[in-house]
Every structure is written in C-alpha cells, then in structure tokens.
C-alpha cells in the first residue's frame, strides 16, 4: 500500500470450477474487499456481503474492466478482480498491467497484487493422471490477438522439440476449420500414436475426459469449455491413468547410482 | 475406491511454500488418512494428529517411496503423498505412476488422485506480475533423467517459437557450468534484451526477486531454490511490475471490434 491511500487491486484466481481447489489466500483478499470485478459467472462464485459491491461485466471487456478496478484503487477503494483458474495464464493478470500501462501515471503507485490458482490444464493434467510430468508447453490457441501463422509455427517447433502442449481455447463456432488443421501439424510434429486428452468442463459437474492416439482425434472432439493436453512421444496408459515418464528415453532412473530423480528436490 | 479393499493413494501438492496457499482439497484428503508420505521437509509440513503415521525420507528415492505409498494402499492404508508445487510439474506424481506400471499387476485397481497445487513458476509469475501471460513452456533443466544436448535443443526451439520459459531446477553443484551454457543458447535464441526473473524461495520467508536482462544475467543469480523465468521479446516493465502482454505484435487489442478478448472466456 502507499502512503497517499489506501486502495489497492488484488486479481484473484479462482481455479478450475471447483470450490475446493480455490487457495485461501483468495478469501482472504475477497474478506476485505470492497468491490469485486469480473467476468459474469465468475462474479457468481461470490458470496455476497454488507459492504461488498459485485460488478460482473461480458466477457471481450477484459481491459475496460481492468481499467475500471484501477479507477476504483486509486478512489481508495480495495478491489478484487476474479479470473478463472490462474489469473497469470490467458486470463485478467496480464490486461490489468496492459490498462496500468495505458492509464494515468499515478496508477503505477497502486498496490496491485496476483494471487495464483490451480489453471486448467493442472486440474485436467492431475484428473487423468500427469500427462505434465515431464517438459511441456501451454499455448492459446485462440487466434483473436495473434496471427494464426505464428500458432502452427510453434506447434511444429515445440512438437520438434518433444515437449508435451497444453491448449486453451482449442476451438470456438467463429474458426472451426483451425482446430482441425491444429490436429494436422500435431500430427505430422508429434507423430500418430502420440496421446491427446480433451478435458471439459475439469472438476465441474458433468467433466468429461477422453483421451485418444491422435490419429483418432476429431475436431469435435474439442469446444471452448475444453482444454486439451498431447501428451509426448513417451506418454503411456496404466490401468486408467495417462502419465508420462520423468525420463528421456535411455535415461530410465538408475536405482544404483541413486539417480533417480529428477524433481525440484535434487 | 476398489470393492476388495479400502485403500487408497492420494498424490497431493502443498504448493510452493505459504499455507496460504495449499487447496482444501488437499486439506481433506489429509484429514481422512492413515499414512502421509514425501521428502523430509514436505512431510514436516503436516500437522500430526493420532492415528496418521508420517513417513519422512531423503529426496533422490522417488519411486521407492512411491512403491512404498502403493504397497501401504495395497494393504488397506489410506496414503498421501506429499509433494511440494503441483505433484504433476516435475514432482511426485510421474513417480507414482512409474512405479505402479513397475509394480504387481492388482496395484492398477487401486485408487489413485492427484490433487493439483501452485507450482513453482506461477508463484513466481504472480509474485512479480504477469510474465507468463502469453504462451509459455515449463522446463527442467535438471540432466539426471535427460542428456544435456536434449535441453540445449529444446531452449533453442522454443526460444524460436517466441514463447517464454519457466525452468525448474536451473543450477546444481555438481553441474555449475551448465546453467552459464543455458543463458548463452537463450541469448542468442531469445535476445539479449529478453528479460529473465530469478525468483528464490517464493512466498517463502526470505522471497527473493530479482529481474534483469538477459544481457547482465550469471550463472550465479540461480541455485536450486530458484526458479527461472525467461519472458518473451514483449515482456516489459510497467511501475515495479514485469508483464507479458497479450497479444502478439501488431495484434493490439481493438476496442472498435470488441476484438480485445485472447481469455478462456471467449
């Protein structure tokens, strides 16, 4: 907080759906809010209170209500903006420092904090097992800020380079025909049999999880509710679980040398 | 659960240190266990109550004490595994799996959950802003379970495609050199202008931020407590905050359309 006032913007992940998966660092922050600002259904996740003012605004909006949080941070207000799953992944972090950056030098004084959340592809990665578990990449497939060239460049490039790939909005009504052709450079980058997972809806009611090698993967198979994770060349079933080794091939843990591992503990 | 036994395995991220920000899911699957095991410092995190029997043991042993948790499960014992971040991201969770695929066939009717947590890299992201706001890959630069000449290739072709890179276990001892070799492959595949942010010990007591550019990075800024995070040519500086716009450039958000929205919400 500064000196001057005592406003300050907190954006808020809320996770994959599910109420169980929201940190509670963020009900901390929402219990001294005086405003929250976001997207309508995600504004409905909030349980109303005396001194709490909701303000649910149409999704497309993000930097006009990024603008209107910092407005009311900088009146002294202490604002909450709400984002599905992490705000610092294709959701509300990065257009609130986008307003920041266009608006009034004054704001950049604001106490203006993210606080983490579970993001999609995590809560679909851990509900068919750890597609994850080794190097992987996420990637909006979304072609609205940038050109759709550049998205099949860095499909072919992170497929030549054997990561997994998570996708957030694989498919939307207004450009069917790109998924499909997504499907086809995955194909040719990542190879047939590789496994893909469309996870919709993860952790709500009615999930659906479906994974297939890619040769069998239809566009219809995603929609804007789906993220999609393929897996990488070394992914593998075991009994109902999906997950992908921690090693390269011909680098399989060494009990006798004691290196097996590979986590963040080494 | 099976019909024949009760027994279950629960693979649980603690995330990256604060208990602020661990899930109540993982709350609960806690409160109904029998057995906690993981590393040393992750299992003193768990408060101890009658009836849970906590199983510390030393890092590099990942599969044995995977092993360990399915044989309990097995045997009727409901078994938590704990993991620091997300047990998908380069933690416990591929370690289950491998061992259950190396284990007795009957381990594969077993219950097994992953609950997800905050990694590392996007505690990190919040803590300083947004850098990972647009496409982004997570790498382990650990060589145990990979060759080094595999890494240098995937950092190249990412760097390629443009897309920043969270990296998970920069710098060890018993390779100081690599990591200098890293951030030569990332100059020139990335610019020498491309900011990097050395986060230690995030949300931690301790936490420790530091942002520069590539150009003025060493080896030293980086141990195994710090996570990496290289941003795209975008990335910039706005008051204290580091952040990745949205949009690729020339792909400016239009008011006019309403074309501004690259979010899971469109």
Not at 121 to 150: Q, R
């Amino acid at each position: 907080m500064t000196d001057i006032q005592k406003g300050w913007v907190v954006i808020a992940g809320l996770g994959p759906g599910s109420e169980s998966m929201v940190i509670p660092e963020v009900h901390d922050a929402l219990a001294e809010a005086t405003d929250v600002v976001g997207y309508i259904p995600y504004v409905q996740r909030i349980t109303p209170r005396d001194g709490l003012t909701l303000h649910a605004s149409d999704n497309r909006v993000e930097v006009d209500r990024a603008s209107h949080a910092l407005e009311m941070a900088a009146a002294g207000r202490r604002v909450v903006v709400v984002s599905s799953g992490d705000p610092g992944v294709f959701a509300m972090a990065s257009a609130v420092f986008e307003a920041l950056e266009a608006g009034p030098e004054a704001w950049r004084a604001l106490e203006i904090r993210v606080l983490p959340g579970i993001t999609a592809m995590l809560a679909a990665a851990a509900a068919i097992g750890a597609p994850l578990g080794h190097d992987f990449a996420a990637i909006n497939l979304s072609d609205n800020l940038k050109p759709w060239a550049l998205i099949e460049r860095r499909l072919q490039l992170v497929g030549e380079a054997g990561l997994a790939m998570a996708f957030y909005n694989p498919r939307s009504k207004s450009r069917p025909h790109q998924f499909a052709r997504a499907l086809e450079v995955l194909r040719a980058a990542c190879g047939e049999e590789t496994l893909i997972t469309f996870a919709r809806d993860v952790t709500k009611p009615g999930q659906e999880l479906l994974t297939v090698p890619l040769r069998e993967a239809t566009p219809e198979m995603a929609d804007m509710r789906t993220v999609v994770i393929v897996s990488n060349r070394e992914t593998r079933r075991v009994g109902p679980y999906v997950y992908t080794p921690r090693f390269a091939p011909g680098h399989q843990p060494d009990h006798q040398t004691g290196h097996q591992s590979d986590s963040k503990d080494t």
